[in-house]
């Protein structure tokens, strides 16, 4: 079994799992609201340097080279992006959520890390297997990684429309039609849709979903951690949009580290 620890900074609380033992990380609670990631990061490892993005409910995953590329040619102050992929050691990858899943990877044999945020737009458009792949390009194989996904809403309050939970099944299921996308989720075991007493509407679990889509990339159950909160029920500690409707994010970082050769 994963197990999951709180640590206290400074009488705040923010919380780690096992899986990535590893490396330095977080996932940060409300208390740390409103604190950016380069102060976060002096919490995990303060030689290291932070990156973040500007979130789009997309599935494009940088590098922090890519991030400083993109900054010089633009005027933008962040990238536009959902993803981060480190490419040398003591870069600390950070992503903000409030219910959406925070994710975070790290790979034993090479120490690159990334920090995904995965909302069911972004699950839909696979971020996670995306970064995966980019992270195989780097060099990573698949049963080197570990996974942690950080707290976001439970499926079991998360309501959603069927069409949502369709469009989110086609990345796992074959079919083209939804109202079978949909039954055929349902009847998944351990089955990421619950029912809902609403007309047309259906509780999704967006990080099952996610645990599907590694699965089904052939990484094993022993390597993916799903933290066992939810933001929507655990509002001494999450901020949730759901809940609040308010602009407010916890954050989540993971800093790559030099694993020295056998």
Known sequence: MHTWHWHNWEGLPYLTCNLLELWPHGFFTQQFWPRPPHELTKVLQPEALAYRLKQVHGNTVLTPQEVDKHLQNSDDELALADGLISEQPLQAVWVASA???????????????????????????????????????QGSKLEDLRIAMGPAIAGEVYQVSAEVAAEIGTTIIPHHEPEKIVNTLHDLPNSPLLADPEPGKVRLDVRRVNAIQLAQLGISKEQIAIAPYCTYQTPEHFFSYRREKEKKVQWSGIVSVLIPAP
């Open 99 to 137: 219910d959406c899943t925070p994710v975070l990877i790290g790979d034993v044999k090479i120490g690159q890390v990334a920090a995904l945020h995965a909302g069911w737009r972004g699950t839909a458009a696979k971020i996670v297997p995306q970064a995966i792949q980019k992270m195989q390009s």
